[in-house]
């Protein structure tokens, strides 16, 4: 890393590690998962009658099982499908888990400042955006494949959710130590 890269990552980092860009990102995060996304995701569930619960895949914590998702490709229909596509394209691949990672790796940096010498453990909020990802191309395929799933997306699928979801909280009790540590200091 040259010496103006790693200005520019300290920067980053001190601007990101700030209370005022934590709210930011979790303001933002509240906006896409309370707003955006449910309305994103209405027209999946716009043609069924089943008592379905409406939620898509991702939101199965820990995970989802294969008769989940052959009940749930099933139920929602073509139309669904489609639907599901378009929102994974449109609105789930892009910013839901890079936002959430973001406001994990602002925390993590609020909890570890540039100057403590840990400040690499926002790092932890990588995983669960890089697990979303993957999850989100396994979704697609199954939409895009019913009623015949690839066999790796069920082989992976539900353990992609199930990373997501630990990497997601794994960063938390973590932090708490960091600022534990901060008010004890203090």
Same mark, same amino acid.
């Given at each position: 890393?040259?010496?103006?890269t790693?200005h520019?990552?300290?920067?980053?980092?001190?601007?990101l590690g700030?209370?005022?860009?934590?709210?930011?990102?979790?303001?933002?995060?509240?906006?896409?998962?309370?707003?955006l996304?449910?309305?994103?995701k209405?027209?999946?569930?716009?043609?069924?009658?089943?008592?379905?619960?409406?939620?898509?895949?991702?939101e199965?914590?820990?995970?989802?099982? %294969? #008769? =989940? *998702?052959?009940?749930?490709? &099933?139920?929602?229909?073509?139309?669904?499908?489609? @639907?599901?596509?378009?929102?994974?394209m449109?609105?789930?691949?892009w910013?839901p888990?890079?936002?959430?990672? %973001? #406001? =994990? *790796?602002?925390?993590?940096? &609020?909890?570890?400042?540039?100057?403590?010498?840990? @400040?690499?453990?926002?790092?932890l909020?990588?995983?669960?955006?890089?697990?979303?990802?993957?999850?989100?191309?396994?979704?697609?395929?199954?939409?895009?494949?019913?009623?015949?799933?690839?066999?790796?997306?069920?082989?992976?699928?539900?353990?992609?959710?199930?990373?997501?979801?630990?990497?997601?909280?794994?960063?938390?009790?973590?932090?708490?130590?960091?600022?534990?540590?901060?008010?004890?200091?203090?």
């Amino acid at each position: 890393m040259s010496p103006d890269t790693g200005h520019i990552v300290t920067a980053a980092a001190s601007i990101l590690g700030t209370w005022p860009a934590f709210a930011v990102l979790m303001l933002t995060c509240l906006w896409l998962f309370g707003y955006l996304v449910p309305r994103a995701k209405a027209p999946i569930f716009a043609t069924i009658s089943t008592d379905l619960p409406h939620k898509v895949l991702d939101e199965y914590v820990p995970t989802w099982t %294969l #008769a =989940i *998702a052959e009940r749930f490709f &099933t139920d929602i229909g073509p139309d669904g499908r489609a @639907a599901y596509r378009r929102f994974y394209m449109t609105m789930d691949f892009w910013f839901p888990g890079t936002v959430a990672s %973001l #406001a =994990i *790796a602002s925390l993590m940096l &609020t909890a570890y400042p540039v100057a403590s010498g840990y @400040a690499w453990l926002c790092v932890l909020a990588a995983p669960s955006w890089l697990f979303d990802v993957a999850e989100n191309i396994t979704h697609y395929r199954m939409a895009y494949s019913y009623p015949h799933f690839p066999p790796s997306a069920v082989k992976f699928g539900p353990g992609f959710t199930l990373a997501k979801w630990a990497f997601a909280i794994l960063p938390l009790p973590i932090a708490l130590v960091g600022f534990a540590v901060q008010l004890f200091r203090s």
